[in-house]
């Protein structure tokens, strides 16, 4: 599908299709900004809302990260640190909980 989108984007350059005052533009599609961006993680999802499951879903890859460092594997052991620390920052950091009282 990213690729159809892309096809069309390029075929509408091509035809002068996408072209305005201010320069070549593309049109809307799955792969451009001026849609709003697929979210990696949805925190206002129910499964979310219990706070021990937020909390074990932050530490499973911090633990990966650790185990990996422990073998050896520091670029295995950066990759799982950052993906916590994103899961981190969404779920814990940044949480809100839902007000539908």
């Known amino acids: 599908m990213p690729l159809f ?3 069309i984007a390029a075929l509408q350059l091509a035809s002068g299709s996408g072209h305005d ?3 070549p533009r593309l049109a809307s599609g799955p ?6 961006a697929m979210r990696m993680i949805d ?15 932050v530490a499973a890859p911090f633990l990966w990260a650790g185990f990996e460092w422990n073998l ?6 950066y990759l799982f640190a950052v993906i916590g620390g994103y899961l981190a920052w969404h779920l814990v950091l940044n949480w809100r909980p839902d007000n539908k009282d």
Do not use: D, E, M
């Open 31 to 36: 792969l451009l900004c001026n849609k709003v």
């Open 5 to 7: 989108g892309l096809a």
């Open 21 to 23: 005052a201010t320069g």
């Open 43 to 57: 925190p206002s999802h129910p499964f979310f809302r219990p706070a021990w499951r937020r909390y074990l879903v």
């Open 72 to 77: 050896g594997n520091t670029i295995w052991g």
